[in-house]
């Protein structure tokens, strides 16, 4: 009988897997092919937080944010990271993405160690590369903030090079550029080297009227994807808590995504490390939305519609309302 017994065992067993397989939901994530969402989710699926959690996580990757953006908007994939701006003004013309906040952190002008520039007012006439374009977030605050405390106009007074983040960085590297904007991790990586932060953008949000640290990226979805899928999206942003609290505690796991992070010393991935925890949401929803709210007034008036849309003020569900109750 003691084959029966074994067999009857191996039999719960496969019943107990295909039931917890069958109650694990799909979902379909478009990052950008070498993006640092990239970092989180390998430490997810390796770890198995996704399945912990009840859902199977289907990386799809894309060589621009537009691709993703585009794959959302078509239904090729669930969820993607973008920022509340482009959120809000999707909805402003009768979408329905929501957002749920990823990561705090945000670009920072940075300069030389040696350099003899120590405040925002001292960047008047020099040379300054900026990422992203002249409607970015950071570029638009920080050159706000000059002109309230300083009186300096950013944008006229001084020679302003736009262009890819790689190439912006070589420029700074070569003392081409005064101070670089640039997003989060490239300014990681140039203070790894000695380089120092002038102001990040999230300094500047604060200065201009945010009471803490905003996220300015977020996992997007639909909200007809959530009400369909709610097991599907709170699965999901769990296993992206697990999986940012693993990252925070584990050093270890650090050394096992190094290669993903294309860190040249040990110096750069520390950095990195550090930057990286540093932006892991703390606040709640309601503290984050209503600072976001406050921003984006104040981005709508210095950006005009080009930059938000048609709407002045930030499009009520913009923030997910599953947040509120602990999703």
């Given at each position: 009988?003691?084959?029966?017994?074994s067999a009857l065992g191996a039999a719960v067993l496969l019943a107990l897997f295909a039931t917890g397989a069958m109650?694990?939901?799909?979902?379909?994530?478009?990052?950008?092919?070498?993006?640092?969402?990239?970092?989180?989710?390998?430490?997810?699926?390796?770890n198995g937080l996704d399945e912990e959690n009840g859902v199977d996580v289907e990386i799809v990757p894309f060589a621009?944010?537009?691709?993703?953006?585009?794959?959302?908007?078509?239904?090729?994939?669930?969820?993607?990271?973008?920022?509340?701006?482009?959120?809000?003004?999707?909805?402003?013309?009768?979408?329905?993405?929501?957002?749920?906040?990823?990561?705090?952190?945000?670009?920072?002008?940075?300069?030389?160690?040696?350099?003899?520039?120590?405040?925002?007012?001292?960047?008047?006439?020099?040379?300054?590369?900026?990422?992203?374009?002249?409607?970015?977030?950071?570029?638009?605050?920080?050159?706000?903030?000059?002109?309230?405390?300083?009186?300096?106009?950013?944008?006229?007074?001084?020679?302003?090079?736009?262009?890819?983040?790689?190439?912006?960085?070589?420029?700074?590297?070569?003392?081409?550029?005064?101070?670089?904007?640039?997003?989060?991790?490239?300014?990681?990586?140039?203070?790894?080297?000695?380089?120092?932060?002038?102001?990040?953008?999230?300094?500047?949000?604060?200065?201009?009227?945010?009471?803490?640290?905003?996220?300015?990226?977020?996992?997007?979805?639909?909200?007809?994807?959530?009400?369909?899928?709610?097991?599907?999206?709170?699965?999901?942003?769990?296993?992206?808590?697990?999986?940012?609290?693993?990252?925070?505690?584990?050093?270890?796991?650090?050394?096992?995504?190094?290669?993903?992070?294309?860190?040249?010393?040990?110096?750069?991935?520390?950095?990195?490390?550090?930057?990286?925890?540093?932006?892991?949401?703390?606040?709640?929803?309601?503290?984050?939305?209503?600072?976001?709210?406050?921003?984006?007034?104040?981005?709508?008036?210095?950006?005009?519609?080009?930059?938000?849309?048609?709407?002045?003020?930030?499009?009520?569900?913009?923030?997910?309302?599953?947040?509120?109750?602990?999703?």
């Amino acid at each position: 009988m003691a084959w029966l017994r074994s067999a009857l065992g191996a039999a719960v067993l496969l019943a107990l897997f295909a039931t917890g397989a069958m109650a694990q939901e799909k979902i379909r994530v478009g990052v950008l092919k070498y993006g640092t969402v990239n970092w989180a989710l390998d430490a997810m699926t390796r770890n198995g937080l996704d399945e912990e959690n009840g859902v199977d996580v289907e990386i799809v990757p894309f060589a621009g944010e537009d691709a993703s953006n585009v794959a959302l908007q078509a239904g090729d994939v669930d969820i993607i990271v973008s920022d509340w701006l482009w959120v809000s003004r999707q909805r402003a013309t009768g979408a329905d993405f929501t957002f749920a906040p990823y990561s705090t952190s945000v670009g920072s002008m940075m300069v030389a160690g040696d350099s003899d520039m120590k405040a925002l007012g001292d960047l008047k006439g020099k040379t300054i590369g900026v990422a992203g374009g002249p409607l970015d977030k950071n570029w638009l605050l920080i050159q706000a903030l000059a002109k309230k405390n300083y009186g300096t106009d950013l944008a006229g007074e001084n020679d302003v090079v736009f262009g890819a983040p790689p190439l912006l960085t070589e420029k700074a590297r070569s003392g081409e550029l005064d101070a670089v904007l640039n997003f989060w991790h490239y300014a990681a990586r140039l203070e790894a080297e000695g380089f120092r932060t002038l102001i990040s953008g999230a300094d500047a949000a604060m200065e201009m009227g945010a009471s803490g640290p905003v996220a300015a990226l977020g996992w997007v979805f639909r909200d007809s994807f959530a009400e369909k899928h709610p097991k599907a999206i709170r699965g999901f942003l769990a296993a992206d808590k697990a999986t940012k609290g693993l990252l925070e505690s584990s050093d270890a796991e650090w050394d096992i995504v190094a290669p993903l992070t294309k860190a040249k010393d040990e110096k750069t991935l520390q950095t990195l490390r550090n930057r990286y925890r540093e932006g892991i949401p703390s606040r709640s929803a309601a503290e984050e939305e209503a600072d976001a709210r406050t921003l984006y007034r104040l981005l709508a008036e210095i950006g005009g519609e080009k930059l938000v849309g048609p709407s002045r003020e930030l499009v009520e569900g913009t923030y997910w309302p599953g947040l509120a109750d602990g999703g």
